[in-house]
């Protein structure tokens, strides 16, 4: 958060004081409007969780029940008995953990040889890895199926870390950071005689801490809530992801309502605890770059 | 005269050595890149031509498949579709954005919080928060219809199970996920704007609106047009929201391009066919995107 945290209001209010009535206004229609806004924002996810401790006839009811009675902690208990839960959960975690390490070690690696080690035809590469990013993905997913069919990728969690392990995404972040540190550095280090691979080790990863943590989390999310690719590759029930598995059970139990949000709230929940933990990295990466993977 | 040539030579040796330097550091990535990412790009040129289904191989038929295109009322409609939801979706997500960004730009209590809250969405699985919003938008007891109601509208809309209001329930939903990734673009182009071009402007007497219309939006420019040309993209190609909220229903009304890429291709195997689709998305996206780099290069000059 510290990048957008500095105010340009300040020094206009130094410099002219408006009266003191008319601010206290402002202010007053400011939180007003952000009153608005967070409830706009927040009143799915406080739905979701609500509902999640209904009973299922309590979920839609006229007059709106905006606090569950009783609350129903059992729903919590239930869905593991009626769904993969712990499967899909399992196959998630390891789907996120190997994508999230072969896109942060390729990536950053990548990125040192685009950033630092100069070469014929480096920018020319580098502009095919920035041209694809605005490819959609939707318009190559066919041809790229019928390769993983073919490579018998398809199918197979492979499939998964092959789609999302080597983006242009993570080049391009950790690319944008490295070229912030100073070349002096890397020359200094070089006429010490470290090698190339010293420096990526030794000063280059230890600099580059934020955003490979940016980098990181921000693969560890979208891996996570990966809908499409695991939809087209895997079909085994032993395979699905947390994404897969939820779509399939709403299709399943569509009048479960209560149950469904609680599934809802557990997909949700690792999510929600990594980015409270890390919102910032989250913003400096988003901020740096514009995109996200 | 002989240290010319052995200069130029070691020059060479240091060339081709960080050639292969560099090449090794690209590799692992470049590999794993080129062979998921740009051979695939490459073949859609190729599939496009042809007849293809999973039991047959590929077949030449040149450009039959765009001829079918021009006739198919689907693609039609789909592309319809399509361009229904970016022309709504664009505008009300970078307003939606904007003012969120002005307002958390202010020195007010509790703004960090609200940054942090806005951008949850974004980063929440499309998957649970379609069935909260279909839940939400639920035409009998939902809680929005129940609001509706409430202030007087007796026949509230039918959302996603009515064939007029199913497309704009997904918009409000692009939207309400979008606008706080998009804020975060503005709250950063916001910081880049100096604080004197304020002060300047106060001294000249112009109001809060002239300040915003004189200073903040020329300040933006570069941010708005980035944001502008990402909405354009994200809206042609939208498509887990559609799929997971509708599955493009009731009847066609809310089935968009992608979907029906999907759909050609993963339900009824025809991937020569969807592959020309894909072109004709890829096709739009990319003159779309190249005319507003022209038009933003001629505004700037």
Not at chain 1, 104 to 118: E, I, L, N
Not at chain 1, 272 to 286: D, H, K, N, P, S
Not at chain 2, 5 to 22: E, M, Y
Not at chain 2, 121 to 145: E, K, R
């Amino acid at each position: 958060m510290t990048l957008l945290e500095v105010p340009v209001a300040d020094t206009r209010l130094a410099l002219d004081p408006p009266p003191a009535r008319s601010r206290r206004g402002y202010r007053l229609l400011g939180y007003a409007a952000l009153l608005v806004a967070a409830a706009a924002i927040l009143v799915p996810f406080y739905w979701m969780l609500m509902s999640s401790l209904k009973s299922n006839n309590d979920v839609y009811t006229i007059p709106v029940q905006w606090l569950p009675d009783p609350v129903v902690w059992k729903n919590y208990v239930d869905i593991w008995q009626k769904s993969d839960l712990t499967t899909w959960l399992k196959n998630t975690l390891i789907l996120s953990v190997a994508v999230t390490f072969l896109q942060v070690f390729t990536g950053s690696f990548a990125a040192y040889g685009f950033a630092k080690v100069r070469f014929p035809g480096r920018n020319v590469l580098f502009l095919a890895y920035i041209g694809t990013l605005a490819v959609p993905w939707q318009s190559y997913m066919i041809p790229q199926f019928i390769l993983f069919s073919k490579l018998h990728l398809s199918d197979t969690l492979w499939s998964i870390i092959a789609l999302q392990a080597f983006g242009a995404f993570g080049v391009f972040l950790m690319k944008q950071y490295y070229e912030s540190i100073p070349d002096e550095l890397l020359d200094a280090a070089r006429i010490d005689g470290m090698s190339e691979y010293g420096i990526y080790r030794r000063i280059m990863l230890p600099l580059s801490v934020p955003a490979l943590a940016s980098l990181t989390l921000l693969t560890l999310v979208t891996t996570w809530n990966d809908y499409m690719g695991p939809l087209i590759y895997l079909r085994s029930r032993d395979l699905w992801t947390i994404q897969i598995g939820l779509k399939t059970f709403v299709n399943t139990y569509n009048a479960e309502y209560a149950l469904i949000m609680t599934g809802s709230v557990l997909s949700v929940l690792p999510i929600a605890i990594i980015f409270l933990l890390g919102q910032r990295y989250f913003v400096e990466g988003i901020a740096s770059t514009g995109l996200k993977g | 005269m002989t240290s010319l040539p052995l200069a130029r030579r070691r020059r060479g040796r240091q060339v081709l050595r960080n050639t292969v330097v560099g090449w090794s550091f690209l590799l692992p990535n470049f590999v794993g890149f080129a062979v998921l990412t740009l051979v695939p790009v490459g073949l859609l040129f190729y599939y496009a031509f042809t007849s293809w289904n999973v039991f047959g191989g590929a077949e030449w038929t040149g450009l039959e498949n765009f001829r079918q295109m021009l006739h198919d009322a689907s693609f039609r409609t789909a592309l319809r579709n399509t361009v229904y939801y970016t022309v709504f979706h664009i505008p009300l997500t970078l307003g939606a954005a904007l003012a969120l960004a002005l307002l958390l730009n202010q020195r007010l209590r509790g703004v960090a919080f609200f940054r942090t809250v806005a951008f949850f969405p974004y980063i929440t699985s499309i998957v649970a928060l379609a069935q909260v919003w279909n839940m939400l938008f639920s035409p009998g007891y939902g809680p929005i219809n129940a609001v509706l109601r409430g202030i007087g509208i007796d026949n509230p809309p039918g959302w996603t199970t009515s064939a007029d209001w199913s497309m704009p329930a997904v918009i409000v939903v692009g939207t309400w996920r979008e606008m706080g990734y998009y804020m975060l673009l503005f709250l950063a182009g916001l910081q880049t704007i100096p604080g004197q071009l304020y002060e300047a402007a106060k001294v000249d007497g112009a109001n809060a609106w002239q300040r915003f219309r004189a200073v903040t939006l020329p300040g933006l420019r570069p941010t708005t047009f980035f944001v502008v040309v990402l909405l354009t993209i994200g809206s042609f190609k939208v498509f887990d929201v559609i799929l997971v909220m509708t599955n493009g229903g009731p009847g066609q009304s809310t089935l968009v391009l992608s979907q029906y890429i999907y759909q050609k291709g993963f339900v009824e195997n025809q991937f020569g066919y969807a592959s020309a689709v894909s072109i004709a998305l890829f096709a739009i996206c990319f003159v779309i995107t190249i005319v507003q780099f022209v038009i933003n290069r001629r505004g700037t000059d």
